[in-house]
C-alpha cells in the first residue's frame, strides 16, 4: 500500500466539504460529486434541487413502485435521489437493484456513487471496484474511486486512479481537477496550482475548476488573483457570495495551519 500523508487526514475532513460552499455559492449538500466533480453522470454538475425537479420525482417514484425490478428505473429513480439530496434513500434504492442484479456494471457505479454521496467512502470504492474491469476500465470510475481515496486521507493511492484516467483520456478536466485537489489534500500546492492551472486552460467556464483553482491561488496568498477567478462572468450578488466564501474558506484553512 503506498505511503499516506501525514496531511491528509485533517484537509480530507475539513476542506472538501468547504470546498462545496466555494463551488456552488452555497447550497446546502456536501456530496463527493458536488465537491469534486468526480462521480457526476450525464454531464450534470450541480444537484437539480429545484421546484422544477418535483414533476419528474414524482413520475420516477411511480415508475418504480410499479416496477421495482426494472434495473433502468432503479436507476433513473436512484440518480434522481442523489440529485435532489436524498442520498440514503437513494443508497436504499440502489442496494435494492444491486441485490436483485448484481452483475450490472450501470447499477453498481450508480450504487458506488451513492454510497460516496453517503460518506460510505470506503465501501464505495469497493463497489466501484467491481463496475469495470481491468481489461475494459472507465475512466469516469476510475476518477470516482481517486475521490473516494481522496476522502478516506489515501492521497497517493488516489493519484494512481488518477493517472489511470488520464491515461485513457489525457488532459480531461474533470480528472485534472480532482487530481489538483488532492494535491490540495496533500498541501502541496504548487503542483496542485499547475494541476488545476492546465484543467482551467481545458475548461475555462467550468464553475467548479475556477474555483479550485481560486483556493489554490489564495491558499499561496495570492488572494486578489484569486477573488478575480472565482467571481468571473457572475452577476454581483453571485460574484460578491463566491468571494466571501472563498474568504472564509482560507480563513478556515489558515487557523487549521495555525492549530497543528
Known sequence: MSKRSSLASPPARF?????????????QTTSLEDVTGALG???????AATADAKPDMDGLRERYRAKPG??????????????????????????????????????????????????NFQQAFDV???????????????????AALDQLGRNEEAQQYYAAALKIVPDEPAV????????????????????????????????????????????????????????????????AAKVTALRELLSKKQQQRAEK
Open 70 to 119: 426494472d434495473p433502468a428505473i432503479a436507476l433513473d429513480y436512484g440518480m434522481a435521489l442523489r440529485e435532489t439530496g436524498q442520498r440514503a434513500q437513494a443508497v436504499a434504492v440502489m442496494e435494492q437493484a444491486v441485490l436483485a442484479h448484481p452483475s450490472n456494471k450501470a447499477l453498481l457505479a450508480g450504487y458506488g456513487r451513492a454510497l460516496a454521496d453517503n460518506g
Open 176 to 239: 485534472l481537477s480532482n487530481l489538483g485537489l488532492s494535491y490540495v489534500l496533500q498541501n502541496n500546492l504548487p503542483k496542485a496550482e499547475q494541476v488545476l492551472g492546465r484543467a482551467y486552460q481545458r475548461n475555462q467556464n467550468n464553475a467548479r475548476i475556477r474555483a479550485n483553482l481560486a483556493l489554490v491561488l489564495g491558499l499561496q496568498g495570492r488572494q486578489t488573483e484569486a477573488e478575480i477567478l472565482v467571481k468571473a462572468d457572475l452577476p454581483p450578488d453571485q460574484a
Open 15 to 27: 476542506l472538501l466539504p468547504a470546498l462545496l460552499v466555494l463551488a456552488l455559492g452555497g447550497c
Open 41 to 47: 453522470v450525464g454531464g450534470k454538475s450541480e444537484p
Open 128 to 146: 466501484l471496484g467491481r463496475a469495470h474491469t481491468p481489461e475494459d476500465p472507465d475512466w469516469r470510475i476510475l476518477s470516482a474511486q481517486g
